[in-house]
């Protein structure tokens, strides 16, 4: 299997004016011209698949370890009550699927949410780790390519998920 290949970042900007040089009165920050919000503010950048949820929040923690298993049992119940409108599966006591300890989801439907919930959890998942990843229709690369972490990166079991396997 070959290194993936990417399209360039800017394709559809090939003929735009050239970004001004200018720096922001803080002396650091370049000046970006006034222009229109990106929808990404608003809906989810293809090939994100949207229909069910766009992302997966998985919380890792260490089984074995009762502190960390306490902290992520109060930490799954404090979830639901900060945020009631996010899909919240169960809390699992052991590892699942992919997954190489035990962890419990989360999904978010848009990029507010999204956003919301990630900078929630960079200041509040105590010792858990955090897989982020969108959902795309091609798990294999949602989980490995497209992932996110915050915090410690486990291995996963995902030679399944491969379209190849």
């Known amino acids: 299997m070959g290194l993936p290949q990417f399209k360039s970042p800017l394709e559809g900007y ?4 050239p970004l001004p040089e200018k720096f922001n009165e803080d002396g650091k ?3 970006n011209p006034p222009g229109p919000l990106s929808s990404s503010y608003d809906e989810f950048p293809k090939p994100i ?3 069910n949820n766009g992302f997966d929040f998985h ?3 260490m089984q074995a370890v009762p502190a960390q298993a306490k902290y992520a049992k109060e930490l799954h119940e ?3 009550r ?8 169960r809390f699992w006591d052991k590892p699942i699927g992919p997954h190489p300890v035990a962890m419990f989801e989360i999904n978010t439907f848009n990029p507010h949410q999204t956003g919301a919930l990630f900078s929630w959890l960079v200041v509040n998942r105590g010792p858990c780790s955090v897989l982020i990843h969108p959902n795309t229709g091609e798990a294999y690369k949602d989980h490995t390519e497209l992932a996110t972490w915050i915090g410690k990166r486990w291995p996963l079991y995902v030679d399944f998920m491969r379209k190849d396997a």
């Open 49 to 51: 698949d949207s229909s």
């Open 14 to 17: 090939e003929n735009a004016d």
């Open 82 to 89: 900060e945020f009631p409108e996010l899909r919240i599966y």
């Open 78 to 80: 404090r979830v639901r």
């Open 59 to 61: 919380i890792y923690y």
């Open 29 to 31: 920050s370049l000046y």
